[in-house]
DNA sequence: TCAGTTGTAATCAGAAAGGTTACAACAATT
DNA sequence: AATTGTTGTAACCTTTCTGATTACAACTGA
């Protein structure tokens, strides 16, 4: 089980526009370069649009970006997307016995220390920024 | 997107095992803490026992520690039960496009900070051990 | 008005998880 | 040796979630 590729679609769709600035980058041009259909890069340019990443230009087309590229993390991306519902990263099981001894109490055994996880993940993700992505693609 | 409720199902497993240690534990009554089927229990102490962390009777049935609570790490448990495939945590988009010039490096653009980000989440499991978890069930 | 795009709904297929049934293999007990 | 309880494992089903795809209304600029 992995997490959506929402996360790398939308690095690489964000990436795209900066890399392309120049142009007039739509989700048809944008879909053509991650190789998937232009509505799922629709979909998620409206959730970074949604979360005030990119400006999207409705009729005549095209996305830019809103914040600098130093500004942008893969957290932020990681939110925009919404890769972990509410309930967190780990999915716990859904029916412990209330009943039994460690069934009572498993979710309050594990809780923090799946969210410290979690928050590490996180934290690590923040450190990236789309600025230091591109640096991958710039001209030698 | 989660990851699976193996990891979750996992540790309040092991943590039956080795609460209830002075009884026969076996999938059946192990289930019944977890609120799951039965399968369910086998399949994973199936896991466990691949990874070295239990034994598990044929037969007259019944599964124990085979290491010490404060040896076994969430970290273990997490690979035990393979909550993550040989992929990693994040899952690629798998058709980028090769000849655009983001499409063609945008693995390379992103794979690093993204094993990094499961990198930090791995070590912050492996920080907490069943013999953390099982105090939050010692009596008072 | 027209052409090109975005926003969005609806539907589909495929994958993966967990639930469930069923039963052979096995070990301890009688 | 037969019985009993349990594990190992296959098979099948249902549900859920992506992402793919089609279709079209809304919108913008030329």
Same mark, same amino acid.
Do not use: W
């Given at each position: 089980?992995?997490?959506?590729?929402?996360?790398? /679609?939308?690095?690489?769709?964000?990436? #795209?526009?900066?890399?392309?600035?120049?142009?007039?980058?739509?989700?048809?041009?944008?879909? @053509? !370069? /991650?190789?998937?259909?232009? /509505?799922?890069?629709?979909?998620?340019?409206?959730?970074?649009?949604?979360?005030?990443?990119?400006?999207?230009?409705?009729? !005549?087309?095209?996305?830019?970006?809103?914040?600098?590229?130093?500004?942008?993390?893969?957290?932020?991306?990681?939110?925009? #997307?919404?890769?972990?519902?509410?309930?967190?990263?780990?999915?716990?099981?859904?029916?412990?016995?209330?009943?039994?001894?460690?069934?009572?109490?498993?979710?309050?055994?594990?809780?923090?220390?799946?969210?410290?996880?979690?928050?590490?993940?996180?934290?690590?993700? @923040?450190?990236?920024?789309?600025?230091?992505?591109?640096?991958?693609?710039?001209?030698?």
């Amino acid at each position: 089980m992995q997490i959506t590729s929402r996360l790398t /679609v939308a690095a690489h769709t964000l990436a #795209v526009i900066e890399y392309f600035k120049n142009a007039k980058v739509t989700s048809d041009f944008i879909a @053509s !370069s /991650v190789g998937v259909n232009p /509505v799922v890069i629709r979909r998620i340019l409206l959730q970074l649009k949604d979360a005030g990443l990119i400006d999207v230009a409705r009729g !005549s087309g095209g996305a830019t970006l809103k914040k600098q590229p130093r500004d942008i993390t893969l957290l932020d991306i990681y939110r925009a #997307v919404d890769c972990v519902e509410e309930g967190g990263l780990f999915h716990f099981h859904e029916k412990p016995n209330p009943d039994c001894p460690v069934g009572g109490r498993i979710h309050q055994a594990l809780d923090k220390s799946l969210a410290k996880a979690q928050q590490a993940m996180e934290e690590s993700l @923040s450190q990236t920024t789309l600025a230091d992505i591109l640096k991958t693609f710039a001209p030698a």
